[in-house]
């Protein structure tokens, strides 16, 4: 097999040159894609729209966004078959491309020989207009745009879309997280009955989840983890804070008047919003997914019922954190999340949260660290 930095560069350079990728190279792993419609149009939650008139992609109702809607989703299967459970993949906030996911998903594959379902948060991946990831569409609107703030030093055409978005309207990281669960709890319910193609009825669900996946992941486990995935196991990787111990500002998730945007809504507004009688969101508020999202933004909030509900559930959960993350730092994950199953490492090369196996010339420490962490990650879902 061949190690992760080979793999990662075939990769990159089978799909930069437009190549349909139906097998991992080196790998007896394949490709299959499935489509998947969303049950939850725009007006399940309020119809948002901004005053961007820059995009029209951007100014239209997030209802609109017909990528949102109807996609694709990656499945990498391993040679030995099916297996009897699955794993699903949840990447990181503001991302564009799988790329960085498909030597992951098939260490995995691999190593457990289970099918790893590589599932896009709704506006991410393929579920965004592609020109929100265009530098040559994107770059010249941040002069009239997020450069007019002088404190916006991490602004860039990879967050541009993401960062106008989330100020104009923080409530999108509530509603756009809520079709995500949704959306997985449907993929999860086909699978588990038997009406998911490529799955027999009776699999079982497991999750790896990195970034704001694993906040997603949390979310899920907390709504759902003693019904739906009640044998369900979760493996977190750089991720596992709740929202007021996240940094969210970078060149590649948001700038930081996005980020304060968003701290602004959550922590002091977000529970108004709810309590509110001309909520727009008022049919959604008591649904268990909405409480474990609002138990999720503070490690204050709810916190008896989260932590007994994480405590019950702790044999089931797992996380793999870096010492040098800035984004999501270990201590935040601490607050809320058993520390027996917390291992921090710390690479001895440069890394950051966004980019944790960083691809260099002198790939053998990387590729050792990184077989290191989907071991033990294997070893946690097997």
Known sequence: MAHYTETYYTLKSLLKAGNQVQHIPGSDAYFRQFEFISDTPGNVFPAIRTDIK???????????????????YPVIIPASGYGNRAIILLHGLNERSWIKYYPWAERLARELKRPVILFPISFHMNRSPAEWSNPRLMSPLLPSTRLRNRQNRSSTFANLALSLRLSQQPLRFFTSGRQSAMDLEKLIISIQSGNHPLF???????????????????????????????????????????????????????????????????????????????????????????KAFNAMIDSQRLREWRNHRFEKMQKRISTIALKNDEVIPPSGISEIMSTKNLKILDFPFEYTHENPFPVMPASEEVDHWFEKVFAEASAFLK
């Open 200 to 290: 027999a009825k009776g699999t079982g669900i497991d999750f790896f989840a990195y970034s704001i996946g694993a906040f997603l992941a949390q979310i899920m486990m907390l709504a759902y983890g003693e019904e739906l995935l009640n044998d369900t196991r979760l493996m977190m990787f750089c991720g596992g804070a709740p929202f007021n111990r996240m940094n969210g500002v970078s060149k590649l998730i948001m700038d930081e008047e996005a980020f304060s945007r968003l701290r602004f809504f959550y922590l002091r507004q977000f529970e108004k919003e709810l309590s509110s009688t001309d909520n727009p969101l008022s049919p959604d508020v008591e649904s268990p997914a909405t």
């Open 54 to 72: 820059a995009l029209s992609n951007i100014n239209s109702d997030d209802s609109l966004i017909t990528e949102n809607i109807r996609f694709t």
